[in-house]
Each structure stands twice: as C-alpha cells, then as structure tokens.
Nanobody, 114 residues
Framework: QVQLVESGGGLVQPGGSLRLSCAAS??????MAWYRQAPGKQRELVASSSSGGGSNYADSVQGRFTLSRDNAKNTIYLQMNNLKPEDTAVYYC??????????WGQGTQVTVSS
C-alpha cells in the first residue's frame, strides 16, 4: 500500500523559512514533486525531482525554495526560504511510480502572515 506522509507546514512570518518533508512508501518512485493550491486557485507545480537527478522549480519560487531527495529513504524535502504571503497554500506531495501511477499526499498548510 502506497503512503505519502507529509510534515513541516505551519505559520511563519514573511521572510521566514519552513522545511517540508514527504516520506513515501509502498513502491519505487521515479518522480516526486511538491504542488500547492491556494484558495480559489488551481493546483500548481512548485518543484520536482526525477530519480535520474536534477530538480525543476516554478519561476515564482526559483532561488528561494530548494528541493532535495533522499532516494534511500524515498523522501523529498522542500526548504522554503524568504517566504512571502503569496506562498500561502496547501502544499501537496506527489509521487509517480515507474509504471506512471501517481499518488498524492494529504496536504500540509503553509501560511505566511505577519
């Protein structure tokens, strides 16, 4: 059974930092990513990583967010620095298997506010 367990969300002031974690189990995942969805907006890709290496970022977070991956633990992390109010959203972990089956985590709330 596939499980994605997210942690690390919370309330932070503008300019602050948070680190999200997503631990995946139950399969081998060739692709893992973080998406976010703000109220009234569509879910958008924030950062992604393939097992072959390399990460990609949305333009809005480039230079502020860093995605890292521990393949041995099937875990990805999203270090978020210099957070802005517009980063407020529910952040979702996504993982895709070698057979291209995708799974979503339950989501974790990130709120950036003074």
């Amino acid at each position: 059974q596939v499980q994605l367990v997210e942690s690390g969300g919370g309330l932070v002031q503008p300019g602050g930092s948070l680190r999200l974690s997503c631990a995946a189990s139950g399969n081998i995942f060739s692709f893992m990513a973080w998406y976010r969805q703000a109220p009234g907006k569509q879910r958008e890709l924030v950062a992604s990583s393939s097992s072959g290496g390399g990460s990609n970022y949305a333009d809005s977070v480039q230079g502020r967010f860093t995605l890292s991956r521990d393949n041995a633990k099937n875990t990805i992390y999203l270090q978020m620095n210099n957070l802005k109010p517009e980063d407020t959203a529910v952040y979702y972990c996504y993982a895709r298997t070698l057979r291209l089956t995708g799974y979503w985590g339950q989501g974790t709330q990130v709120t950036v506010s003074s």
